[in-house]
């Protein structure tokens, strides 16, 4: 099942990685490999790329910081491929991205002279962008029957679905919560109408799909390579200030 039907489909800046994440996928279709198998190996993935920076091979650590989003898609396809879409695959996948996020951003500091709080403010920044584009994403979603396994407001424990403990998903769902709670509530208190109201056209989704994680890896991975590694925590810091601009526009809409 396709995150959105054809019709309500948009650039997505971030998802540069599907072409490569449905061939991994549809390889694994018939194996015994499962999508958390995939999001362990994003995990890994990713932590080969921390390795990498911290050794200043940012070549490699920009491939681990590519294959680590093409991975991030493989999983959800090979959910929908194999028809086994889970709450717990979903709360895994979120809570290695907000863990991998915070390792990224120290590794950063560790090796540039940007200030911690600076450090700090870009973590939160990444984070409030995006909630921001997968709030505005998930009402595209619901709204046009698309996947509908992330819900628009995350405020209880979903019931598991076939195949997967309810155990899980419950210490899952706790976790996530502790993790993006505050994210979701500032994002929602900015702009807590947006399920009832319009969205996005689709060229304003494709501007806010540079916040999507694969575009801010993508962009890490670039300054990294280019040399601008000082860059790196100043750059979503300031696109951060775009939350209010899009937001902005969504309710002027």
């Known amino acids: 099942m396709s995150k959105l039907p054809k019709e309500f489909k948009f650039v997505d800046l971030s ?40 050794k200043g091979a940012y070549i490699l650590a920009a491939f681990f910081l590519i294959f680590k989003s093409i991975l991030d898609a493989a999983d959800g396809e090979l959910a929908r491929i194999k028809n086994t879409p889970s709450y717990t695959g979903r709360y895994l996948d ?31 920044g990444i984070q409030l962008q995006g909630t921001l584009y997968n709030y505005y994403y998930v009402i595209l979603r619901n709204r046009y029957n698309g996947d509908t396994t992330s819900r628009i407001f995350e405020n209880k424990t979903p019931k598991a679905l076939p195949g997967e403990s309810q155990k899980n998903v419950t210490i899952l769902f706790k976790l996530y919560k502790t993790l993006y709670g505050n994210f979701d509530n500032i994002i929602y208190w900015l702009d807590h109408k947006a399920s009832n109201g319009k969205t996005l056209p689709n060229f304003l989704m494709t501007a806010l799909s540079i916040f999507g994680l694969g575009f801010q890896l993508l962009m890490i991975a670039i300054l990294l390579v280019a040399g601008f590694k000082e860059y790196i925590i100043p750059y979503f810091v300031i696109t951060t200030v775009l939350i209010f601009g899009f937001i902005s526009i969504r309710k002027a809409l």
Do not use: C, E, M
Not at 40 to 48: K, P, T
Not at 101 to 116: Q, R
């Open 94 to 124: 979120s809570i290695a991205d907000i863990i991998l996020n915070a390792i990224f951003l120290l590794t950063i500091w560790h090796i540039t002279d940007v200030n911690i709080w600076w450090t700090v403010v870009a973590f939160f």
């Open 15 to 54: 998802d540069y990685g599907r072409p490569v994440a449905r061939i991994i996928s549809q390889s694994l279709k018939n194996t015994w490999f499962t999508p958390i198998h995939l999001t362990v190996g994003f995990i890994i993935s990713g932590l080969l790329a921390v390795f990498f920076i911290l």
